[in-house]
């Protein structure tokens, strides 16, 4: 039950994906086969370089929406050993003895692998908001 919303935007994605294969010029495939090689090849040694800045913005943006989903977790997790770090801050918070600053230094470990994420792609994301903008 905790995997199926993150098949939803499975359209979306598809949508991207296409909209970015659709703007490579298609000299390049021409030159490809040209060069012998078949569609496979192509598409591993061509379309997936090119497609680098695009498949780290869908990462970042599933790893993201998948770490600060609160509410389904907390709707489908009913086992502690399943919870995920948003819902045990918010089941320690509802605690009575809990202190404000242990809540605090709580959530700010929950946003550290965010942050590690998001500073490991900046290159691809600096990539891919630099290439919206070019016309194929």
Not at 32 to 41: C, K, L, P, W
Not at 54 to 68: P, Y
Not at 121 to 136: E, L, T, V
Request: proline share 6%.
């Amino acid at each position: 039950g905790m995997l199926f919303p993150w098949l939803a935007p499975a359209p979306f994605y598809i949508f991207l994906y296409k909209g970015f294969f659709d703007r490579i010029p298609s000299s390049y495939f021409d030159a490809a086969r040209i060069d012998g090689s078949n569609e496979f090849n192509t598409f591993f040694r061509i379309c997936v370089p090119m497609s680098k800045p695009i498949i780290a913005i869908i990462a970042l943006q599933a790893f993201i929406a998948g770490w600060t989903d609160f509410f389904w977790y907390y709707l489908v997790a009913n086992k502690p050993n399943l919870w995920t770090l948003n819902v045990a801050v918010y089941i320690i918070s509802q605690l009575q003895q809990v202190r404000q600053n242990f809540l605090m230094g709580l959530s700010v470990v929950t946003i550290i692998p965010v942050i590690t994420v998001a500073a490991i792609f900046s290159k691809q994301i600096k990539d891919s908001i630099m290439g919206a903008g070019i016309k194929g």
